[in-house]
């Protein structure tokens, strides 16, 4: 298996920019997570999706940050317009079943200039 | 308010003796624990896991001890080798409302180095 799937894996952008982060979950897990890392909060969940639907957002920071999940293969985070805060690693995790272990991908290391 | 503490941000020890390493927590809630080994460059990995009913899980190198009075647990590596070397994370769970436990807060992580 090829595991959790993350494109780009480094991405620097200036402010105002718009950032599209991509995530390929594995293949039959059902439950998807977006984490960013940061010094000074650690790992921190944004967002959590089941079945392709979100059902908690409250990690989300503000409203220049969006998920999606069009299908069981594929979610996108968007910051729009970014800003040097949101630099940070940023996780994309899946499990089969929300509670049991989730697997994360490599990550995106974002850098806003 | 850190809901998960990690204390220590380093640790180091010789190849081949214990590593200890240390977690808190204040949620009363919380009743699931885990901890997440990580490489550089790489996300982090599962390692090893106890529910609240135990006091202890073990996985040959690696034991978890829960003490739920003191909220505080630790990671045991025995004997411990070089290529444990990485950043260790200590997540904890509650169920939900919803039936599920799926929201993982994590502590901020300590880095090990064994040295040969």
């Known amino acids: 298996d090829a595991g959790v799937i993350q494109s780009p894996r480094h991405e620097v952008t200036e402010m105002g920019q718009e950032v599209t982060l991509r995530c390929k979950p594995i293949?039959?897990?059902?439950?998807l997570f977006w984490y960013r890392q940061t010094m000074m909060r650690g790992l921190e969940l944004l967002i959590y999706?089941?079945?392709?639907?979100?059902?908690?957002d409250s990690g989300m920071p503000e409203d220049r940050f969006s998920a999606k999940m069009p299908n069981a293969s594929f979610s996108t985070l968007k910051i729009q317009p970014s800003e040097p805060r949101d630099s940070a690693v940023y996780f994309c995790?899946?499990?089969?079943?929300?509670?049991?272990?989730?697997?994360f991908g490599p990550g995106t290391r974002l850098t806003v200039l | 308010d850190q809901q998960v503490k990690q204390n220590s941000p380093s640790l180091s020890v010789q190849e081949g003796r214990i590593s200890i390493l240390n977690c808190d927590y204040t949620?009363?809630?919380?009743?699931?624990f885990l901890w997440y080994k990580k490489y550089p460059a790489e996300g982090p990995t599962f390692l090893i896991s106890?529910?609240?009913?135990?006091d202890k899980n073990e996985d040959g190198r690696f034991t978890v001890f829960l003490n739920k009075s003191a909220k505080h647990l630790s990671l045991h590596i025995v004997p411990s080798q070089p290529g444990d070397s990485a950043v260790y994370f200590c997540?904890?769970?509650?169920?939900?409302?919803?039936?599920?436990?799926?929201?993982?807060?994590f502590g901020k992580g300590t880095l090990l180095t064994v040295n040969p």
């Open positions: 995790a899946s499990t089969s079943r929300a509670g049991n272990t989730q697997y």
């Open positions: 293949s039959g897990h059902n439950s």
């Open positions: 999706f089941n079945n392709n639907v979100p059902i908690d």
């Open positions: 949620n009363s809630m919380f009743d699931y």
């Open positions: 106890i529910s609240s009913i135990k």
């Open positions: 997540a904890a769970s509650a169920i939900s409302s919803g039936g599920s436990n799926y929201k993982l807060t």
